[in-house]
């Protein structure tokens, strides 16, 4: 009796071709004619010759489709830091350097552009309310986190937080972010709000940060950030604030005025 590779006494032997009795009937079907194929190619030949069309398997083999990967650098999580141009340290005597660069960025290279956000301009970091206790970690004394904590402690614990996994060249544009995000609440509020208030309702301000204060103008690098940066660090530092219990609001953002109507301008509060 010959063997073949079904056979349990000859795994590598010659294999049998099947007769069609053996196979029975072909279960792969013209649509059009009907005629039954006992394999896929056997039908999509026939369907190319005789039809000219070109048929899809419907169970196709090989590599399935690759799934949608998540954001890798996510402005929602801290994974947004891993990105090369921010991922780092700033180590922690590096900070005040950072800062008073920050200082200087705003109010004497860019001044013009505070004063015409009628941002209060000051003239040493020692004068700023903000700077000044974060370059002396005064926040740090007696510094409570809780919803209750004013929001300039909610920010300089932010700014420490990320300076461990950011490095010194970004954590001074990130201090630059914050500190505009920190003086538009106050002009928005009219009222030193960041130093008695604490961070609940921020997040709800961060569209007309974004558009009313920061954009002036379509398509404006302000203060050295571009649109989408700016929507990305906004939406980093608000969505610390709800992780960490500082604001029950989740945001959702937009940077183009034109769609400023559709959202309403709209914050999802959970």
């Given at each position: 009796?010959?063997?073949?590779?079904?056979?349990?006494?000859?795994p590598?032997?010659?294999?049998?071709?099947?007769?069609?009795?053996?196979?029975?009937?072909?279960?792969?079907?013209?649509?059009?004619?009907?005629?039954?194929?006992?394999?896929y190619?056997?039908?999509y030949?026939?369907?190319?010759?005789?039809?000219?069309?070109?048929?899809k398997k419907?169970?196709?083999?090989?590599r399935?489709?690759?799934?949608?990967?998540k954001?890798?650098?996510?402005?929602?999580n801290?994974?947004?830091?891993?990105?090369?141009?921010r991922?780092?340290?700033?180590?922690?005597?590096?900070i005040?350097?950072c800062?008073?660069?920050?200082?200087?960025?705003?109010?004497?290279?860019?001044?013009?552009?505070?004063?015409?956000?009628?941002?209060?301009?000051?003239y040493?970091?020692?004068?700023?309310?903000?700077?000044?206790?974060?370059?002396?970690?005064?926040?740090?004394?007696?510094?409570?986190?809780?919803?209750?904590?004013?929001?300039d402690?909610?920010?300089?614990?932010?700014?420490?937080?990320?300076?461990?996994?950011?490095?010194?060249?970004?954590?001074?544009k990130?201090?630059?972010?914050?500190?505009l995000?920190?003086e538009?609440?106050?002009i928005?509020?009219n009222?030193?709000?960041?130093?008695?208030k604490?961070?609940?309702d921020?997040?709800?301000?961060s569209?007309?940060?974004?558009?009313?204060?920061?954009?002036?103008?379509?398509?404006?690098?302000?203060f050295?950030?571009?649109?989408?940066?700016?929507?990305?660090?906004?939406?980093?530092?608000?969505?610390?604030?709800?992780?960490n219990?500082?604001?029950?609001s989740?945001?959702?953002?937009?940077?183009?005025?034109?769609?400023?109507?559709?959202?309403?301008?709209?914050?999802?509060?959970?």
């Open positions: 009796m010959e063997n073949h590779p079904n056979d349990d006494n000859n590598g032997g010659t294999r049998k071709r099947k007769t069609k009795s053996e196979l029975g009937e072909g279960t792969h079907e013209c649509d059009l004619c009907k005629k039954k194929y006992y394999s190619s056997a039908l030949t026939h369907c190319w010759n005789n039809h000219k069309i070109k048929i419907d169970n196709p083999k090989g399935p489709k690759k799934k949608e990967k954001i890798k650098y996510d402005p929602m801290p994974s947004f830091f891993r990105h090369e141009e991922t780092g340290k700033t180590e922690k005597e590096k005040n350097e800062a008073e660069r920050a200082f200087e960025f705003i109010y004497d290279i860019n001044g013009e552009k505070a004063i015409e956000r009628k941002m209060k301009i000051y040493n970091i020692n004068e700023h309310p903000f700077l000044y206790k974060f370059i002396n970690d005064i926040h740090n004394t007696d510094i409570i986190l809780n919803k209750k904590t004013n929001t402690n909610v920010l300089m614990n932010y700014l420490n937080q990320i300076s461990d996994i950011c490095n010194e060249n970004y954590f001074q990130l201090i630059v972010f914050v500190t995000f920190r538009f609440v106050n928005f509020t009222q030193e709000y960041t130093e008695i604490e961070a609940e921020v997040p709800d301000m569209n007309n940060f974004i558009n009313d204060f920061l954009y002036l103008y379509e398509d404006e690098v302000s050295g950030f571009e649109l989408q940066e700016t929507i990305d660090l906004t939406t980093n530092l608000c969505s610390w604030m709800y992780e219990e500082f604001s029950e989740k945001i959702s953002l937009i940077g183009n005025k034109e769609e400023e109507n559709k959202l309403n301008n709209e914050l999802t509060s959970l």
